[in-house]
């Protein structure tokens, strides 16, 4: 499986982006997927997963109720909607994806696509 995360960018405070993951390969829509994000010097933190049928949600603290993440198994992509943005959510956010069940740490992840970057100006 090939992960290609895309949708980074600049915004403002309190505004919204979107980003996606686009999968190639067979069986993506069997995969578990979660959104990582990481700024300089500080380890990859989770943000949000969702099982393979979409069925199930989970998310950091520190962005629920402000992100959203859904997937779209017949395009083989996962989104993340992000809503509200603090300059804090400034970072790289990175796609991940295992066939297996797997919850928030990183080494339970077995793909992972380039990064995006997203930046929130105060």
Do not use: H
Request: charged share 15%; glycine share 14%; hydrophobic share 30%.
């Amino acid at each position: 499986v090939q992960l290609q995360a895309s949708g980074g960018g600049l915004v403002q405070a309190g505004g919204s982006l979107r980003l996606s993951c686009a999968a190639s390969g067979r069986s993506f829509s069997s995969y578990t997927v979660g959104w990582f994000r990481q700024t300089p010097g500080k380890e990859r933190e989770f943000v949000a997963g969702i099982s393979w049928s979409g069925g199930s949600t989970y998310y950091a603290d520190s962005v629920k109720g402000r992100f959203t993440i859904s997937r779209d198994n017949a395009k083989n992509t996962v989104y993340l909607q992000m809503n509200s943005l603090k300059p804090e959510d400034t970072a790289v956010y990175y796609c991940a994806a295992d066939p297996g069940v797997v919850g928030g740490y990183s080494y339970e992840y077995d793909y992972w696509g380039q990064g995006t970057q997203v930046t929130v100006s105060s």
